[in-house]
């Protein structure tokens, strides 16, 4: 079974610096996928970025950006110029590509509030 | 993009009743999942919802207390059985055109039962 893991529970950042939000996972497979997703107080959960995982290039979506290390099995969400809307819960997710059981499910990290102050 | 409609956005709910929660989709989809969010914690997959036969159920949930119903490709339903206080969470319908495309969430379901 997969695990994700989002150890900061909180962080906060200014508006117009960056951030940089922490996730590791753990897994046997080789060929996967992992995204980050937003929910704001709305609950609409929003998907921010995704990285396939025998892509070596790390995903870009404007201002936000991964740091993608396959072999230490971490996957961080980098956000710059930080915006008042950005303010919401992060999830980070892991969807294993292997088929079987385990097709097209999500395991979600902890989560990590983001708050953006002005 | 899919687009998802999910019924009731709240509910409060007396314990020992149950609610029916709703999942429409504006296209046919492959995959529809159930989530399920307690009071500030993450994601737990609940189900999968199969087009036309029985539910395939994540360790610690069982059908008898959510019995799921797909009955086309754009629909399907969750209900919460017998409910308790501990049942209280927001909970969310996935849905998947295919491995290649990125999973698009309903906008919950926020239950109460007291």
């Known amino acids: 079974a997969q695990t994700v893991t989002q150890s900061q529970p909180e962080m906060s950042v200014q508006e117009a610096e960056t951030v940089t939000l922490s996730c590791t996972y753990d897994t046997s497979e080789s060929n996967y996928y992992l995204f980050w997703y937003k929910q704001p107080p709305s609950r609409q959960m929003i998907l921010v970025i995704r990285?396939?995982?025998?892509?070596?290039q790390n995903a870009t979506e404007n201002r936000f950006s991964v740091n993608f290390q396959k072999a230490a099995k971490s996957f961080s969400l980098k956000i710059s110029d930080s915006q008042l809307g950005d303010t919401a819960m992060y999830f980070c997710a892991f969807m294993s590509n292997a088929g079987g059981t385990s097709y097209g499910k999500l395991t979600f990290g902890q989560g990590t509030i983001l708050t953006v102050h002005p | 993009s899919a687009v998802i409609s999910q019924k009731p956005s709240r509910d409060i709910c007396q314990r020992g009743t149950s609610l029916t929660i709703q999942c429409q989709v504006d296209s046919q989809v492959t995959m529809m999942f159930w989530y399920r969010q307690q009071p500030g914690q993450s994601l737990t997959l609940i189900a999968t919802a199969n087009q036309g036969s029985e539910a395939t159920y994540e360790s610690g949930f069982v059908i008898d207390k959510f019995p799921i119903s797909r009955p086309n490709l754009t629909f399907s339903t969750l209900t919460v059985s017998n409910m308790s206080p501990e049942d209280s969470s927001i909970y969310l319908c996935?849905?998947?055109?295919?491995?290649?495309?990125?999973?698009?969430f309903g906008q919950g379901t926020r239950l109460t039962v007291v």
């Open positions: 996935s849905v998947r055109e295919d491995m290649n495309t990125e999973a698009f």
């Open positions: 990285q396939e995982a025998y892509k070596q």
